[in-house]
């Protein structure tokens, strides 16, 4: 059974900083990329991030393009997710999840989902 544990979220001003972390118990073999969704109150589940586990190509969804950064550690089975110049808008709980396959930008696209981590940015 794979499990995903996201940390790293919390509490911080507009324009400031936080770094995401999201371990699997198991290196999801099957996955050949992880990635990032958020999910505000009220709103859709949206893409914000993904990363492929063999070649580290990644892929941003425009709205934090410049401001965050995906990453990963293939011999710690972990991904990372910096965001920088946060805004209020970034307010949501983030997700972290196993690509399985299709559009690495659609929530039917992956199978395997953490708990949520959540974020809050205070303007």
């Known amino acids: 059974q794979v499990q995903l544990v996201e940390s790293g979220g919390g509490l911080v001003q507009a324009g400031g900083s936080l770094r995401l972390s999201c371990a699997a118990s198991v290196r999801t073999f099957s996955s050949d990329a992880m990635g990032w969704f958020r999910q505000a109150p009220g709103k859709e589940r949206e893409f914000v991030a993904a990363i492929s586990w063999r070649t580290g190509s990644t892929y941003y969804a425009d709205s934090v393009k410049g401001r965050f950064t995906i990453s990963r550690d293939n011999t710690k089975n972990t991904v990372t997710l910096q965001m920088n110049s946060l805004k209020p808008e970034d307010t949501a709980v983030y997700y972290c999840?196993?690509?399985?396959?299709?559009?690495?930008?659609?929530?039917?696209?992956?199978?395997?989902w953490g708990q949520g981590t959540q974020v809050t940015v205070s303007s």
């Open positions: 999840a196993g690509h399985y396959s299709g559009s690495l930008a659609y929530t039917s696209s992956y199978d395997h």
